[in-house]
């Protein structure tokens, strides 16, 4: 017997047919004679509708600020949740399944104050724990927290994969199961590459980065959690008949482990080929080569929300000029160039220069914290398309390529099959 978290999101839960199959999902597993706990995203689409409706709202007169209440925005939008977790709770019972359920306040799902995308500070898992012992189903509406002033809170979007892995921590599960509209995570984009793989498991410090650049199966927030807390977690397809063979398998599972790097036996030097697009270069040119240059471009940018990324800083030659080369958003682009002609005389540059459509493919894998050579084999396989290479970064299981963006999808194939990635 095991404790077992099962999430399903937005796609899974879209119809009513849909949760009935959802339910059966879950059956299978109460009827192993597991202890089950579901999470459950709202309707597909339910959330982006909520959300349309807060912003067509008339604004307070004479308000200073053009947003609306973010209290009222959280009460409005979690309410998607608790739709799909009644739901799917009447469909459980239905079927003869003892289950109940919970809005993120009944549990409760403790959260910090900022409404909107608030983050979990506690869960108080013993009141389900005791009710899972006696047989009983909890579904619990993803995405939902109570603040400290003891308002309805929500995560940020896609925050019930947050909800599902926090709650596995809190009730110490075996496994949590996040059911997608994907059956895994893939080497790479399979829309790309279509000898992209499934990957059987992938390192909790690998998912991160693959979450961070964009490859959108799980909320980034949930895999840190996930990492911290050492939650072994599954993804895994609704779409599947539940009860085909082997979809109750209770240690391999169709679909991709995210485990500790100890888990995984058989490691490869490269996991997988992320991109992100709609990249943009700032370069500031002739910089005076001094202390606290660097706080100066990067601290105002820092101050008004910009997410700098990749940032290459040249030597100069005599010590007294450097060029210094930083990645944006691309729609933050136009933000940075004010931010940095607002300090001008404080940076000290002579010119400002910037590009857009950029695109930043990775290579990511653990394996080479302990193989020299990874970089270069990239390097030369992008060489060899012709492919020009604007900027490069490393951290210890990544190597991440600036590249213009019609190359993308030329890049994220070559560097793919460069590292054998489409050979099982
Ligand atoms: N329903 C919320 C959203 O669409 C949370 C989630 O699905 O994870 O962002
Ligand atoms: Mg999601």
């Not at 982006?48 to 709202?57: A, D, K």
Request: charged share 25%; net charge negative; hydrophobic share 40%.
């Amino acid at each position: 017997m095991a404790r077992i978290v099962m999430k399903f999101g937005g796609t899974s839960v879209a119809d009513l047919d849909r949760i009935k199959n959802v339910a059966r999902h879950v059956k299978r597993e109460v009827d192993a004679g597991h202890e089950v706990a579901v999470v459950v995203s709202a309707m597909s689409g339910k959330t982006n509708e909520l959300v349309g409706w807060v912003q067509n709202m008339p604004k307070v007169a004479g308000a200073n600020h053009s947003i609306y209440d973010a209290r009222e925005y959280d009460a409005i939008v979690a309410s998607g949740e608790q739709v799909t977790s009644g739901l799917l709770a009447i469909a459980l019972q239905a079927m003869g399944i003892n289950a109940r359920s919970w809005q993120g306040w009944q549990i409760p799902i403790r959260t910090d104050s900022a409404h909107g995308a608030a983050r979990i500070l506690e869960i108080e898992g013993t009141e389900i724990i005791r009710r899972m012992g006696e047989g009983q189903v909890a579904v619990v509406a993803g995405f939902q927290g109570l603040g400290p002033d003891n308002r309805l809170s929500t995560l940020g979007r896609g925050g019930s994969d947050t909800s599902a892995v926090a709650i596995a921590a809190a009730v110490k599960a075996d496994r949590c199961d996040i059911y997608t509209d994907v059956d895994g995570v893939y080497t790479t984009d399979p829309r790309i590459e279509p000898k992209a793989r499934r990957l059987k498991k992938i390192a909790f410090e690998e998912m991160l980065e693959m979450a961070s650049l964009g490859a959108k199966v799980l909320q980034v927030r949930s895999v840190e959690l996930a990492m911290v807390f050492k939650v072994r977690t599954f993804v895994r397809s609704s779409f599947e008949d539940p009860d085909a063979p082997g979809m109750g398998d209770l240690l391999n599972p169709p679909g991709t482990l995210i485990c500790d790097e100890e888990e995984i036996v058989e490691q490869e030097v490269v996991t997988g080929i992320a991109y992100a697009k709609d990249e943009a270069q700032i370069s500031l040119r002739r910089l005076a080569d001094r202390p606290g240059v660097s706080a100066a471009i990067f601290g105002p940018l820092a101050e008004s929300h910009i997410n700098v990324d990749m940032i290459v800083q040249n030597i100069s030659e005599d010590g007294s000029k450097t060029d210094m080369t930083f990645t944006v958003p691309s729609g933050d682009v136009e933000k940075a160039l004010r931010v940095l002609g607002e300090n001008k005389d404080k940076i000290g540059y002579d010119v400002v220069q910037n590009e857009s459509g950029l695109v930043k493919v990775s290579v990511i894998g653990i394996g080479m914290r302990s193989h020299a050579g990874v970089a270069a084999t990239a390097f030369q396989a992008l060489a060899e398309k012709g492919i020009n290479i604007k900027a490069i970064t490393t951290s210890e299981i990544k190597i991440s390529i600036l590249i213009d963006g019609p190359y993308a999808e030329l890049a994220v194939r070559t560097l793919h099959s460069c590292y054998g990635l489409d050979k099982s």
